[in-house]
């Protein structure tokens, strides 16, 4: 038993570390944040150049064939340089393909997306805004798509929008183009501004049957538990950052004579964010492993790291603010991006108290 | 112990009620979402005017300046009115509730026959210059100078955080005018005139996109030697004074405020279909509870200030109380509205026109301004219960 | 609107404040928790001869006539000197005979008790320990009772035992004399030593109907209120004395040349105890006054202040405590005393649970 | 990364079990019950030497000394077993934990091989003389001195809140032994025979009425100077060491036993009905998680500390971790419990013979024992993080 990286994976880690803050600085996440899709095709290219589109991906389709702790190593650097774009909704889109599509849809939209050549993402809420599948309401005709989703973020970025609805009573899964006829894409302003969310109506649209029934409901169960894992190692790495600028400020900005991290009342509220922050990073590379290793309790494994890091995400910036004082509070210190992303990053994939429920039914009805 | 309305407080709130009715503009809502800052406080003006023209302006300040002679109780009567009402800010506020009680306590009677007035009828708006870049928590650091110079003092150097700002005609403002004495000493309170040349207005923008703050540069500003608060190098006292008022009396009106927020709450509540959750409902039980409790204890603070004649540091719980209520709050309301919560003003899906989403980012604020919940602690830690000076 | 005590609540609060420390030092609090009942008949006399077991009720049946608030502001005090025995019992079965039983009873009973001759308890829990009215089981056959009552505090120091049962489907209240024929009463040894509690066997047991039906629920209601009000007076002076033992600790305990009252650490955690004393003193002072004025939200108001400080006397508790460090933990000192008294009035007619589902009700559910 | 058990792991983890279900004793529950400390202790002492008997016994010690030469993980994975099985604590827990790793790191050869052979047999028992009256989180503080006098050591003082004091045959005495130098220097660790004459043992009676902890008085007692371990004055350091053993190791069994805990409470809240409740779910929901990271937490300590060779001072987040979430955890227990949470044992209503009342006692020594919540704090803040020092 080993909890830590291996060589490869520290390897990783370390060119991820410099890649992100080199080739997307904060001056850059602010620029971004301002565009209509907060994503930089440039930037994207030199990530696909990376091989980390299809990091997790079998190589047959272009993948780098690498596991969930590889990616969990990767997006938890991401997560502490706040890179914009549209990397965790493709994940998402490309292991539901993975989990579900054909041999020839994944020869074609699976292996562009590792190839950095397309970019996706999953079409799941509706008006309920529930995060259960059995939330889905909307109906397929045929392959015909008609009604609206919620709260699909990247949309206006991505190349190709699978889409969740129902067949009959079946769950299943459709793969929509962007460009289709009868496809509306309304951007809806949100808090987290390096990640758009969209709403999405169908209206007639034409679509490509993916999966149905158990194969689409195990898929979409399957891309959402890679793509929460992967989001909480994402979060995790925001919180070390966030960290990090506090102590650096607690140490440098003084006041009553003294650095504000010698009072205790600031000095504690680091020492939280540290531990929030290693146990998120613990529940994180857990998850992915339990991912990765498909073991049994890994969707619980899932649970526990979502709903810890919702909450910690989001505390560990509500103490890095405050210990800034007013500084914190302003639109140029980079803590509310970290902020706005925590609190989305909260609401994604189910909150707290979701996969709290989630954890009891787990561990609670099983006996 | 008697929390009913006296006959005298019911027939005052009866007359308020009657007077707000008829008088509270309507149009409130609609100006807010149209027009920009500068267009809505043309409006706020307008409105303070009627106030004052009503007689409901400095209500309880002594009437040879404007005032109305009424109860610190009334006082607060109106406010709660107000606030139930939903009528809009009064732009000078920071003048009514903070300048004027100190001039009153401090000022001379020039002073207050100069000032008051207009402080009551929005004619003159004011600001409170006492933050700096490095005196935040640490006010007595604050190391904008006022030298004297003949019968003038030229003040140089740098506020922050200044609220209204912007719209200010007048600043009170902390200086430092002895440097080699101890931090706490050599500061005095100036009435500086805003429209003086080198005077200089930035506006900051805060974490919500909004510029609610600003900051103020002065460069060889000349305030006449007349316009000192208070002694020359007790500025301290001054300033403490009002810091006390501004912790005292800024719970009043909030509570109110949040108790409509309260309703909206759940009024989402249950147009989401939540309002059965057991988990919510016992969230919202104990949100609600702590609303109450703070009304009580505002109530028990303004009792206590009407029996002393002054606030007390105790006032620093109520600030705690309320900063770290409706941070708790917005999480809740955003718990609840789920996905919905992070939509921003101008989003088609958005709820109250992105109203829950500004308030959660807002509150970060509440901890912060008017006082950090470490500094109310430290304050009641040393001077409510007598611990050792921590800082 | 004046929210502080007259002159004369004062004095009744001053004249409250000497006399308990003085009739019944921690020592004696020490000496009766190790007694079988806690009760000290010697200092029942002594509180009697004040008038204060009959001080909310009528004249006309020996009581001094006075408020709820005169009641809080004596029982406050009682709180503070953590005063052992049967004061809330007795004020609990007395406020139901005064609310529901008939004239004779009250002169018998009532008048009794408020000349300090009688004790008196309430027995309403049953194995399921809901404070629900609705969770009373126990069937009346006509003016015979058995079963068995859970949780009734005080029994073995009582005169007479009022116990809810059913008659029919009808709630009722019955008075049983403590040394009936069929009546067990088995100690349960619990947290709070100070107010111990009894398991109530009735086996065939004569009982004396004092009300049934809904005269019998209003007044197990009003009677609830009344002593939840007073238990939320008395909880406020337990916290009292808590944060004032621990303020004086914090001042003279010395750690790294200092004392710890000087870091932050400990000194915010003293502020908060005032906080949550200070709060929950204006919810039981509330509480008591509108119960006092008969407002209409004054069943809300005791499920507030209840709420509230059945949370806050454990947190006060713990930060206590925590501030005494080892010391905090031993036996000597009287920290625990108060920690025990605080679990048992956390638990006391509902927990906070409890009564915030009960303010949801009449906050939420009444539009 | 690979958090599954090796072969080699899984083989000696099926080994363990195996001893473990042909060894560990049945009628431990009904030990506790029925007897006095001391009757309890010649049990456990015969627990311990069949543990050693039958190898189990300072797995990852050198063979040399008596132990096993077994990994780090080893280790934990017998720890991890037997709290799993929940056989009985090993009396001579404290030397096993850190008394003997501290003299195998700072120990002499001669003292190796005349002491940690009989601490794993449970043949000498161990306490450790850490803190003082005046000397609780400020441990550098310790007045209890001792003055060379030819080659023995006289020592002199008090020390409080010692467990196993009064069954303990040695002990790892912190001393002051040059009372000039600065609080930090001058302090020595020494090995004291508890045996020797003038050393006297005081019960502590805690909250909960139990004695777990001692005084040891001391009144000059001569110790042979050959006991120093590590360097005379280079105590502290020594020290040290014992307490990040302290905070690495403790969590490892606490999370195990508190995983039987959270299983017992999950019983109880079938058969109290309470399971469906939804506010009940969320809570044991969120135990339930914070419950795993500390298992997560703790096996990438081990791993850090196998690839680091030692503990570092993150071990406080452990420390902070397993007291808190036991506080929170009690709470829960108790509001699931109801009424029923607060009988103690003996009551004849009680559930699990007053486990619950007690531990809802016990628990609020965890933030204080071994380092309170504040102490780990300030290490975090100033050893982890860089912070000044706050104290």
Chains 1, 3 share one sequence.
Request: hydrophobic share 45%; with cysteine.
């Amino acid at each position: 038993m080993q909890f830590g990286l291996t060589e490869t994976q520290q390897m990783l880690q370390k060119s991820a570390r410099e890649f992100f803050p080199a080739e997307c600085p904060m001056a850059d996440v602010r620029r971004l944040m301002e565009t209509p899709t907060a994503h930089d095709p440039a930037l994207w290219r030199k990530i696909a150049a990376q091989g980390w589109t299809g990091i997790i991906f079998p190589e047959q389709y272009d993948g780098l064939g690498l596991g969930m702790v590889e990616l969990a190593a990767l997006i938890e650097e991401m997560g502490r340089a706040l890179v914009p774009g549209p990397f965790l909704s493709t994940l998402l889109a490309a292991a539901a393909m993975d989990a579900a599509a054909s041999e020839t849809q994944k020869q074609k939209y699976l292996a562009s997306i590792c190839r950095g050549d397309s970019t996706a993402t999953l079409a799941l809420l509706e008006a309920t805004a529930r995060w259960d599948l059995d939330a889905v309401e909307m109906q397929a005709s045929g392959s015909t798509l008609t009604g609206r989703k919620l709260f699909v973020p990247d949309a206006g970025a991505a190349d190709f929008i699978l889409c969740a609805a129902r067949s009959g009573a079946d769950l299943a899964l459709f793969l929509v183009d962007s460009k289709a006829m009868g496809l509306t894409l309304t951007p809806e302003p949100a808090l987290d501004a390096t990640r758009k969310l969209y709403q999405v109506g169908f209206d007639h649209v034409a679509a490509e049957l993916v999966a149905s029934g158990a194969t689409a409901r195990a898929a979409l169960e399957r891309a959402l538990a890679v793509a929460t894992a992967a989001l909480v190692a994402e979060m995790a790495g925001g919180m070390q950052r966030v960290l990090e600028i506090s102590v650096a400020y607690a140490k440098t900005r003084k006041q009553f004579g003294k650095p504000i991290g010698q009072f205790q009342a600031v000095q504690h509220q680091c020492a939280d964010m540290f531990l929030l922050t290693e146990s998120s990073r613990s529940a994180a590379y857990y998850a992915a492993w339990a991912l990765q290793e498909n073991v049994p309790e890994a969707r619980l494994a899932v649970s526990i790291a979502k709903s810890y890091a919702s909450d910690a995400y989001r505390e560990v910036g509500n103490r890095g603010i405050q210990i800034h004082g007013g500084m914190g509070f302003t639109w140029e210190n980079d803590l509310h991006l970290y902020y706005r992303r925590a609190k989305a990053s909260e609401i994604a994939f189910g909150d707290a108290a979701f996969h709290r429920e989630r954890i009891a039914r787990l561990v609670m009805d099983r006996a | 112990m008697d929390l009913n309305l006296t006959a005298s407080e019911l027939q005052f709130r009866d007359e308020v009620r009657a007077w707000l009715e008829a008088n509270s503009p309507r149009d409130w809502k609609a100006q807010q979402a149209n027009e920009t800052m500068e267009e809505r406080f043309v409006f706020l003006r307008a409105w303070q005017r009627k106030v004052y023209e009503g007689g409901w302006a400095g209500l309880s300040w002594p009437t040879e300046y404007g005032g109305r002679g009424a109860t610190l109780m009334e006082q607060v009567i109106f406010t709660e009115e107000t606030a139930r009402f939903g009528t809009p800010p009064m732009p000078g506020v920071l003048g009514l509730v903070l300048v004027g009680p100190t001039l009153i306590t401090f000022g001379t009677e020039a002073q207050k026959r100069r000032y008051l007035p207009k402080i009551l009828s929005g004619d003159e708006i004011w600001c409170q210059g006492f933050s700096e870049p490095n005196a935040g928590s640490d006010l007595a650091a604050l190391r904008t100078e006022a030298r004297l110079d003949g019968d003038h003092f030229v003040v140089n150097g740098q506020k922050i955080w200044t609220s209204y700002g912007w719209a200010s005609d007048w600043c009170e403002l902390v200086v430092r005018t002895d440097p080699a004495a101890d931090k706490h000493k050599g500061l005095t309170v100036l009435l500086v005139d805003m429209h003086s040349p080198c005077v200089e207005v930035r506006r900051l923008r805060q974490m919500t996109g909004e510029s609610e703050f600003n900051e103020l540069f002065f460069e060889n500003v000349r305030v006449p030697a007349e316009n000192v608060v208070g002694r020359v190098n007790d500025g301290w006292n001054v300033a403490l004074g009002t810091l006390m008022h501004e912790r005292a009396m800024l719970g009043a009106g909030v509570q109110v405020q949040y108790r409509r927020q309260f309703e909206r709450l759940l009024e989402l509540a249950r147009s989401l279909d939540r309002i059965q959750d057991p988990v919510v409902r016992q969230k919202l039980g104990q949100s609600y509870a702590e609303l109450e409790i703070m009304r009580l204890n505002q109530m028990r603070a303004i009792s206590g200030i009407i029996q002393r004649g002054q606030p007390g540091p105790e006032g620093s719980i109520q600030k705690i109380s309320w900063s770290e209520w409706n941070q708790r709050f917005q999480q809740l309301a955003a718990e609840i509205l789920g996905p919905y919560a992070q939509l921003e003003k101008g989003a088609p899906s958005v709820l109250d026109d992105g109203d829950w989403a500004y308030g959660f980012l807002r509150a970060r604020g509440n901890t912060i301004e008017a006082g950090t919940s470490e500094i109310q602690r430290n304050i009641i830690g040393h001077f409510v219960l007598g611990l050792p000076k921590s800082y």
